[in-house]
């Protein structure tokens, strides 16, 4: 799946314009010439990231004849702008913004090429997101997310996953083995984006799995998940995007 840009009423000039990063290391354009372009997973929006991270109805971006605000919708996952989440602000030349794990770059001459940006622009955008000190685990390629949280945090290094307690997912294959993401929302969403994503959803202290985009169900201990979702206990494992993690309950320490 990929981005599309649907059409509108234009503006006379375009108040700059949005750079998307696309998974094959190519880029797409979108001019703001006009006056709100949304976007979201919805296809009614003018632009359409259909992905399982983005919300229906995500972001606008509002050109007025002195500059250009975002406005997140209410989303599930939050919009960040350089790493910090907000909800409203005006955007200025070379600002990174993360809708859903899709990254993208404001520019105000729309005829500017614009590099991606690099693994310590990411890498401080995550610390900043985290509020933690120290190095952050390396970020996903633009565009081709990893097993991981909704909204595109990281998963915390080995050594700082000892300090987690409550309910986690330990990843047990692939290049993120060994990480453990703590089960402290509603719903984390695990897999490949564009491939195969499970929602592990919290209801009542307990989690249950469900397919989340794709065709084939997530499997847990082998079965296949049903429509209706299958509720996890410790120790089940679950594989999606031919990635498994093991659900498991951590007791808190006593230091």
Avoid at 39 to 50: A, F
Avoid at 117 to 130: I, K, M
């Amino acid at each position: 799946m990929g981005a599309a840009v649907a059409g509108q009423e234009r503006l006379t000039s375009a108040k700059g314009k949005l750079v998307l990063f696309l998974a094959d290391d190519t880029t797409l354009d979108i001019p703001l010439d006009r006056e709100r372009v949304t976007v979201g997973r919805r296809p009614g929006n003018d632009v359409c990231l259909p992905y399982a991270a983005v919300s229906a109805a995500h972001a606008v971006f509002v050109a007025t004849s002195t500059a250009v605000v975002m406005e997140d919708l209410g989303s599930t996952n939050g919009t960040m702008i350089n790493g910090k989440r907000t909800s409203r602000q005006v955007i200025r030349d070379g600002d990174r913004i993360e809708i859903g794990r899709q990254r993208l770059v404001y520019v105000a001459d729309v005829n500017a090429a614009v590099p991606p940006p690099t693994r310590r622009e990411l890498a401080g955008d995550r610390a900043d997101d985290q509020g933690v000190a120290g190095e952050p685990s390396s970020p996903p390629a633009y565009g081709t997310p990893d097993v991981g949280a909704a909204g595109g945090l990281p998963y915390p290094s080995p050594a700082a996953a000892q300090a987690l307690a409550g309910p986690v997912l330990k990843v047990l294959t692939g290049p993120s083995a060994g990480r453990t993401l703590a089960l402290t929302g509603d719903e984390a969403l695990i897999g490949r984006v564009g491939v195969q994503v499970a929602a592990v959803r919290k209801a009542d202290e307990a989690f249950r799995v469900w397919l989340a985009e794709g065709t084939d169900a997530p499997c847990i201990n082998g079965v296949p998940v049903p429509l209706e979702g299958l509720l996890l206990r410790p120790g089940d494992v679950v594989e999606v995007a031919g990635t498994r993690v093991e659900f498991s309950v951590v007791e808190g320490s006593s230091a």
